[in-house]
Nanobody, 113 residues
Framework: QVQLVESGGGLVQPGGSLRLSCAASGFTFRLYEMNWYRQAPGKERELVATITNGGRTTTYADSVKGRFTISRDNAKNTVYLQMSSLRPEDTAVYYC??????WGQGTQVTVSS
């Protein structure tokens, strides 16, 4: 069955960086567009970044544009989210997604001094 397993979250100071990973299994990864979402306490889940199946096209939420980079390694069945210049408002649980039905368990990112 489809599985998405995120890793790489943690506590980081404002201005710091983290790289999230999402290991996929149970489907032909290279055929699917992949997404990263996040959900902050008391807020709705929001789309952060998308990457097409071949990795040539990426899109970002305005709030992370220029600071976050989504990438993928189809040989490793893994999608990444490199996050830089982190802000307290980036604090959230980050989820890997294969639209529409498949979600990982989430990884907590906390940006705080």
């Amino acid at each position: 069955q489809v599985q998405l397993v995120e890793s790489g979250g943690g506590l980081v100071q404002p201005g710091g960086s983290l790289r999230l990973s999402c290991a996929a299994s149970g489907f032909t990864f290279r055929l699917y567009e992949m997404n990263w979402y996040r959900q902050a306490p008391g807020k709705e889940r929001e789309l952060v970044a998308t990457i097409t199946n071949g990795g040539r096209t990426t899109t970002y939420a305005d709030s992370v544009k220029g600071r976050f980079t989504i990438s993928r390694d189809n040989a490793k069945n893994t999608v990444y989210l490199q996050m830089s210049s982190l802000r307290p408002e980036d604090t959230a649980v980050y989820y890997c997604n294969r639209w529409p039905d498949y979600w990982g368990q989430g990884t907590q990112v906390t940006v705080s001094s």
